[in-house]
């Protein structure tokens, strides 16, 4: 079978990037943050009057992306701020980050760059970059190649025998292959795919996301459904495929576990955790949202990927990311390292994702928004594009709802699958959930569908929260929510409900309605705010006075400590646990039991 797996195939991606490479990741980009961190605190660059602006960079080919360039410098005075900004060379397209740069005559600094499947370039700028500001410019830098296979990420779709992997390419491949097997060594499963076109500026519904000084390529998203796999096994695989006249390009060795078969006599365990985003390792970007929290977030769920969550748990076969997934925020920038900085992770396990309001919502969509709904434009004109092509859950095409004529389709926002124990039913509080909805069809359908002998646990999960002590239960959307999809809660016994939006961890007691505890946990829903993994949006508590706010009946705990949380269950129980991020300890745990 030619495969151009001979030595004389083009492997772009030398390194593997099965979990190891969370370890790897780490100690590769270490020393380059210490000292992009310390670029930050210098102000002024000391070099001698009149002398000629310079800089250049080395190597001017990485090999593979995430890299590393040695960006060096000599500034023309002593009188002003200087910074280094980083430019992408696509026409009108402005420049995507910057640094100021170290108190010293002239200087070296170790910058990270991903692919962005184009030839990029820095500048020295006088000040913050601009047009006006820049002195003097590199010769361009390029990757071994545009077509370097990128960004894999596994979901699950439905049936237990099958794994979805995404991965991201400049063009199209002919086809879009993966090979698979038990071993590093032998790939006696092949699977073709196929790729679908980039996204375009003109599918985004309002700006900064249909800015075209701000948008690029964000290359074909390449899909390849994998079968015949066993359930809870470690399987060995590449990616890549015929890229035109560049011939075959071939990702570095991966792997993932598939989770346990769906059984009630099975042990699963997941981790859960909603509103991360991704830590940029510049001083300023173009625009989105950079958060340094988010990189413990990576490398804690790498660890817990890794070892169990508690002695005895089995390890996790399953990541829940519920909404506001990149914080691009309009800016594609921001959604290319992102989808870089979790290549650890969603190319081991799957990676099952929620649409958030960072990924949906802006007014003027073509969705009529009720009177109730709180949804604004916290999506930077995205308006579902890049979260639908980017990802693509188990949800049924019927329900994929285009946001307005003329702009691409979004998916995966309501669905439902299982691990294990569990049934999972995920649903979006960016679209009508009300009776006459077919959101509210599609999740009362798929509640009463569950069968309890097989999957005794259901978890819910949503963006926006149904309970938090952050707001209260008046306003107009909770009402609505608790309203509507609360009495599903009840009918079908559903035992967690997992949330993000609000920047904090949250546990409730088991509710069994509007707010009421029942006798025990087990007799309703308890709720899970799990929205503390990166955005560093804290507000206090609610509070009318300077002393400490009163917490809710109905809330247990609460925090707003960084961390990730895990879940694991077997036929008679579920294990909760939240996890600090800076040393993993477990700030909150509970335990449901059933007979």
Sequence with gaps: LSLSLSPDARETNKEDCDIKLGTRFHEHFSNALMALNSVVLALVVLAAIGQAAKITVTPKIVNSSPGVVNVSWEAPDTKSKYTIGLYIHVAGVSHLAESSVPSTLTGTIQVPVVNLRESFSFKLCRGDCSPATALVESDLIRFQSFNEPQHPRLALTGKPSEMLLMFTTRDALVPPTAVVGPTAGAFPMHFNGT????????????????????FFDPGHQHSVLLTGLAPDTTYFYKFGGLAGSEGYVWSGMCSFRTPPAPAATATASAVVFADMGVGLPYEKVSGGSSYPVARASVEWIGRLMQESAWPGAPLPSLLVHMGDISYARGYPFVWEWFMSSITPLASALPYMVGIGNHEYDYRGHGQVIPSWAPWGTDSGGECGVPYSARFSMPAPPAQMAPPATG?????????????????????????????????????????????????????????RPMYTSEGNLTDSFTRTFIAEIEPLFHLHHVDVALWGHVHKYERTCGIVSAGVCGARDEDGTVHVVIGNAGNDYQTPWFETSPYHAPEPDWLVFRTYDFGISTLTANATTLQFNAHGWKRGDIHDSFTLTKP
């Design 195 to 214: 790729s679908a076109a980039p996204y375009k500026v003109s599918d985004m519904c309002f700006s900064p996301a249909n800015d075209s000084s701000l």
């Design 407 to 463: 702009h691409a389709n979004t998916r995966s926002l309501w669905y439902s699958y299982e691990q294990g124990p569990i049934h999972y039913t995920v649903m979006s509080t960016e679209h009508d959930f009300t009776r006459i909805s077919v959101q509210y069809q599609f999740l009362a359908a798929d509640l009463a569908s569950v069968d309890r002998t097989r999957t005794p646990w259901i978890v819910f999960a949503g963006h």
